[in-house]
């Protein structure tokens, strides 16, 4: 009798849980869960005291690489331009310079909310895209909008790419950036921890991670790709200087000029580069009121360009019968 009274509250037990397999419940909790919320958002959620940037190395990487989508998260609407300069000098002495401007309308709603990009460059070249109300609209410099139904996250890539200026600068010269705290200014109305920037110590190298070899084409890489591999495996960091100012709330990068000088040893001598940026946030809080371009071209599953040399050699396409078809094929006439 002993023995059966704790096998029956075992039994009771179990009838009152449901015998529920515990595999099985931890697997219905993971179904049934509240979807994670964009990274975005999980990232603006996080704390950055900007007082910590000069002394803590995984601060200032977070705070100099934040993106656009967490940056209006955090702060809200706002207008963001950069002005960009790249001047190299070869060992012949001749020099190349390219300046480029982009700007940033953010609206609100935050990771989806509406924004307007724009990207031009001194040699007559750009880009610009609109998303608003969750349509996408995209032109080349002097090209017409085209509605994009079919965007596949382009839009907010272009979004990243055109706000990371200050990222990308601290990426060229290898994470090097050192900011020197400065005390507190005042900018846009806000409070925010001013930086003086110079160029930092080399950084340890980071482990090797095995990754299976580049493909190379059977005849070698061609110039163009030599060139750019020789630039990010051999530049050298020389100078680096200017003022970054970081939001006291919000730990957003305000304002950033920053001025610095690389060097390339290649076969044919040592090149430098020159780069010289001037970044800020504006209107802050305000809204853009973005709408949506009054005339556009609709989104189209092919190229233009494709059907245009069609055309030009007389191949038929689209509704038109296919060339080179039997049907289309002329009679041959009887010997």
């Known amino acids: 009798m002993k023995r059966l009274i704790p096998l029956l509250l075992a039994v009771l037990c179990c009838a009152a849980a449901g015998c529920t397999d515990p595999i099985d419940k931890a697997a219905k909790k993971r179904i049934f869960s509240p979807e994670d919320p964009p990274k975005a958002i999980a990232s603006a959620s996080q704390k950055l005291p900007p007082e910590d940037v000069a002394d803590k190395p995984q601060v200032a990487r977070r705070i100099l690489g934040m993106g656009a989508a967490e940056t209006t998260e955090r702060i809200g609407p706002h207008r963001f331009t950069a002005a960009i300069t790249f001047e190299w ?180 001598g040592e090149a430098n580069l020159r780069m010289t940026l001037t970044a800020a946030l504006a209107d802050i809080g305000k809204d853009p009121g973005l709408k949506a371009p009054a005339e556009f071209l609709p989104d189209q599953d092919k190229p233009l360009g494709i059907a245009a040399a069609l055309d030009r050699f007389g191949i038929p396409h689209g509704e038109k019968k296919d060339a080179g078809s039997a049907e289309d094929a002329p009679d041959e006439e009887a010997p």
């Open 89 to 268: 000098t070869g060992g012949t002495g001749r020099a190349t310079k390219l300046t480029e401007n982009r700007t940033l309308e953010a609206g609100p709603g935050g990771v989806a909310g509406d924004f307007h990009a724009v990207l031009e460059n001194s040699r007559d070249q750009g880009l610009e895209v609109l998303r608003v109300g969750g349509q996408v609209f995209a032109r080349n410099r002097y090209g017409k909008f085209r509605q994009r139904l079919r965007d596949r996250g382009i839009a907010e890539s272009e979004r990243e790419e055109l706000f990371g200026a200050v990222r990308d600068i601290d990426e060229l010269f290898l994470g090097r950036m050192k900011l020197a705290p400065q005390g507190t200014v005042s900018f846009e109305g806000r409070t925010a921890w001013k930086y003086d920037v110079s160029l930092g110590p080399v950084q340890a190298a980071k482990p090797e991670v095995r990754v299976p070899p580049i493909a190379q084409a059977k005849g070698g890489a061609d110039d163009t790709t030599v060139r750019r591999q020789t630039f990010f495996d051999k530049r050298d960091p020389k100078l680096l200087q200017g003022e970054v100012l970081v939001d006291a709330e919000t730990s957003v990068v305000l304002k950033a000029h920053l001025d610095g000088r690389l060097s390339v040893a290649g076969p044919d």
